[in-house]
Structure formats: structure tokens, C-alpha cells
């Protein structure tokens, strides 16, 4: 007895060496920054921003026609804002609406880097107007925010970008790679007519890029448990998009005489069952490098559990979000209160991990789900991106350009697990990359999207200051 319990203290102890092993090795990859003076950036660049909110260049759905009057006004203005910049860069509309603006370096040997954002904003629920401190395309200039549809997702990193490339043709900057400033107008409702096109016409072109840069990264202040700091999220890949319709047809029948199994029943169960069995928690790539990033800035027992995933990781990847999500989104069915209806459809979305694939979510669905229920894939689909490169010469100069404009900061590579126009520009980049320093919180957050989207000034004018640096880094 006593050999045995000798034989247990001895593996717990062993256990408890090891898991203090690993978490004293678990050390911070954190470069140094390099000190940079830091700009004078004038107020006439919060104007800018507020005029380009008033042009409603709203993506309403996969089929709806742009407004040429909207987006035509945005790029005139554009035009009139930026006189140096249309001046030195050549310009190509794609897709009628889509813009493309070429910065031509000095030395044809050095990869070009594309610069990325999207003119188009989502579309303002009407009942929801009363809630916004100002009309939502109205640009309002706040005491301390710009307050309008667009300032969070997606024009402060345009008109950043175009704010730096002014500043620096005003300062007779020459940039030795090539530049490229890519700006979709349909990322809201997947972007193949706009970054897509955009990509296939530098592919024919012949265009291999260092690097692209897109939205999809921000600055997260107070939104990670046991880290004062803010920390970088860059994301080096994005999760799949995949919607399917299940389809339940029957014969229907009058509601005081049930059917064993009726439409709207059957229907439920699917969305109950595909809840119920959700796809699993991996730890896959880029997420482990959130483990080795994150990991070592945390105290000594929360970082123990990031230091040992082969044993703690299940409520860490809980909280990353780690797996392929499910998430019902539209249903529809039923005529009459009195009527059985027919036919009854529902319509779940995934957004789905690295490693696993759009026909792997649809076995998935199939075998979980009763076989009377028809599967059928529907709308914009598009699988997991590939992962980028922590290694690459690209990601240390964007680190250290994050590292110094922002010194308090930690960076964290990571996957993210919305949709960007990134996804087309893998083939043409070595590296494509998501980051603008916008800084999000618990108060802001809930502006993607929804109500009362503002950005506060200071950190518009950090954006600006940050594309300035970055061009300079690579040049």
C-alpha cells in the first residue's frame, strides 16, 4: 500500500516539475520598440473622416446594385481631399466602383505591399435611430468621438491610409517598393466583386506582393483577463464562411391532427441537434501561437495553463472561440395557425476553423441531423484562409512598427473569426496580414455593426500615424 502511494506522490510530483518547467519556459516574445518622434497630426484630418461618413455607401445584399451616386461622391471626394495623392499615384476603378491605386517605387527588385479597406458600411436599422448620440451619417464631431456609420468598420483605416501617403508625397517621401492601395466596395457581402476582382487583376498583371495589410486586427484594451496592457491582435489567417438551408417537406395536414412528425418539429430537432453536437475545440495553427504569445505575459498560474495545452487547453480554446461555430440565423415556415405547413426551412451559418472545410461542415450536418431533412449549401461560401508566416521578414517589420508606435502594447498573432478581403490576396502575397491599430473595449465593441459606431479622435489620429510608420518601415 505504502509502495503504492509512494508510486502516486511520485507522478504527481513529477507532473507538478514539469508543469512548472514548461511555465518558466513559457518567456515573453515581445521585441523592443525603437523610439520614433511622434507626429503632429492636425485636427483637419477629423473633418476628413466625418465628411467621408456622409456618403451612404451602403452593401445591402450579394445582389443589390451599388449606389453610383454614393460612391461616385465618395470618390470625388476622395479626389479633392487628397490632391497630392492623385496627382503622384495612378488610379484603376475595378468592378465599376473598386479602387486601386498604384504608389510605383524606386527599386523594381523589392516585392510591392498592398495596403487594404473597404468604402462600403452596413446598413442602419431604422428602429435603432433614436439610439445613436447622432444620425449615423451625419459624421458628427463630438467633444471626443466621430460618430457615424463607417468610423469603426471601415473608413478610419481608409481615409488613414490616405491621410499617411498625403503627409508623406507633402514631405517628398519616395517609397524604393512599390505601394498599392486596394480599396473594395462589397466586403460587407463577401467582396468577389470588389477585393476579389481586384486580386485577379494584379494576378494577371503578374503582381507578387511582400506583403498585404487588411482590417480584421485592433488593439484590445481590457478585454483579456489577467493582462493590463493592450494587446495587438494580429491575425495571420481568417475562419471559413459557410451557410446551408435545411429543407423539411411534408404533407403537411390540419393542426388538430398532428403527424408523428411535423415540419416545424422536425426543423427544430435539426437546429437543436446541430447545437447540441457542435464541432469540436482544436488547437490548430495560428491559434497556438496565441498560446505562446498571450501565454507568457500572464501571471504565473494563468500562464501555466497556457504553457501545458496538452493537459489545460479545453477552457482556453472555449474561450478563443477555438472550434467551427454554429449559429442559426434565418428560419422560415407556416402559413396559418391552423395549418401544417408543407414545407419548412432554416438557414444555419458556420464560420469554420482552419483544418476543416466547407464539404467537412456539410458531412457533418448530414450525419448529425435526421436524413428526411434536405442539406443544401446557400449563398457566399468560402473556406478557411491559409495561415501566414510569425517567421517572415514581413511580420517583424510590422511587429516592430506595432511595438513602437504603440510600446505599451503586446502583440499576439491569432485567427479571426470574421470575414475580410484579405482572403482573396493570398495568392499574390507571401504574406497577408490583419491589423489597424483601432482600439476596441467592453464600450465600443458593440459599434460593429450595430448602433451608435463612433471612433474616438486620438486614436483616429493613431491610425494615421501608425500606416505612416509602417510605409516607412518597409521603404
Not at 252 to 272: D, F, K, Y
Request: charged share 20%; proline share 6%; no cysteine.
Amino acid at each position: 500500500m505504502k509502495k503504492l502511494i509512494y508510486t502516486i506522490l511520485a507522478i504527481f510530483a513529477i507532473l507538478a516539475i514539469v508543469l512548472v518547467f514548461n511555465t518558466l519556459m513559457l518567456t515573453s516574445r515581445q521585441i523592443a520598440p525603437e523610439p520614433l518622434k511622434k507626429l503632429d497630426i492636425p485636427d483637419k484630418v477629423l473633418q476628413n473622416l466625418s465628411k467621408s461618413i456622409q456618403f451612404k455607401t451602403i452593401s445591402y445584399n450579394e445582389d443589390a446594385i451599388p449606389d453610383s451616386t454614393a460612391f461616385n461622391g465618395f470618390h470625388d471626394f476622395l479626389i479633392e481631399t487628397f490632391p497630392l495623392t492623385h496627382a503622384s499615384l495612378s488610379l484603376e476603378k475595378i468592378s465599376g466602383y473598386s479602387l486601386l491605386y498604384k504608389w510605383e517605387g524606386t527599386d523594381s527588385d523589392k516585392k510591392p505591399i498592398i495596403l487594404m479597406s473597404h468604402q462600403d458600411v452596413v446598413p442602419v436599422d431604422e428602429p435603432t435611430l433614436k439610439d445613436w448620440e447622432a444620425g449615423p451619417f451625419t459624421g458628427k464631431i463630438t467633444a471626443t468621438d466621430i460618430v457615424g456609420r463607417g468610423t469603426m468598420d471601415d473608413k478610419s483605416s481608409l481615409m488613414g491610409v490616405m491621410e499617411s501617403v498625403e503627409r508623406l508625397l507633402s514631405e517628398s517621401f519616395a517609397p524604393s517598393r512599390t505601394i498599392y492601395l486596394a480599396f473594395g466596395h462589397d466586403e460587407e457581402v463577401g467582396g468577389k466583386n470588389g477585393a476579389g476582382q481586384i486580386a485577379e487583376y494584379l494576378e494577371k498583371k503578374g503582381v507578387k506582393a511582400a506583403m498585404t495589410l487588411d482590417e480584421g486586427g485592433f488593439l484590445a484594451e481590457g478585454l483579456v483577463p489577467g493582462v493590463d496592457n493592450p494587446v495587438a491582435m494580429v491575425n495571420l489567417a481568417e475562419k471559413g464562411f459557410a451557410s446551408f438551408r435545411l429543407i423539411v417537406e411534408t404533407t403537411g395536414g390540419h393542426s388538430s391532427q398532428p403527424p408523428r412528425e411535423n415540419t416545424i418539429g422536425m426543423l427544430a430537432q435539426a437546429i437543436v441537434d446541430l447545437e447540441n453536437n457542435q464541432l469540436p475545440y482544436k488547437l490548430v495553427e495560428p491559434i497556438n501561437y496565441q498560446f505562446e504569445y498571450l501565454g507568457a505575459e500572464l501571471p504565473f498560474f494563468k500562464r501555466l495553463a497556457f504553457a501545458n495545452p496538452w493537459l489545460l487547453k479545453t477552457p482556453i480554446l472555449e474561450a478563443l472561440n477555438a472550434h467551427t461555430t454554429t449559429a442559426p440565423t434565418i428560419v422560415e415556415g407556416g402559413v396559418k395557425n391552423n395549418v401544417i405547413p408543407t414545407v419548412a426551412e432554416a438557414t444555419i451559418n458556420f464560420r469554420i476553423l482552419p483544418g476543416e472545410t466547407i464539404e467537412s461542415v456539410q458531412k457533418h450536418i448530414e450525419k448529425t441531423i435526421n436524413d428526411k431533412i434536405r442539406v443544401e449549401p446557400v449563398g457566399f461560401l468560402t473556406n478557411p484562409s491559409p495561415v501566414s508566416s510569425i517567421d517572415s521578414e514581413n511580420f517583424k517589420n510590422l511587429e516592430k512598427t506595432i511595438r513602437s508606435v504603440f510600446p505599451d502594447a503586446i502583440v499576439v498573432p491569432g485567427l479571426v473569426g470574421g470575414g475580410t478581403d484579405a482572403r482573396y490576396f493570398y495568392g499574390i502575397s507571401d504574406d497577408v496580414y490583419r491589423f489597424y491599430p483601432l482600439r476596441i473595449n467592453e464600450g465600443n465593441m458593440t459599434g460593429f455593426h450595430g448602433i451608435d459606431e463612433k471612433i474616438n479622435k486620438e486614436n483616429y489620429k493613431e491610425i494615421i500615424a501608425f500606416t505612416y510608420h509602417l510605409i516607412k518601415a518597409f521603404n
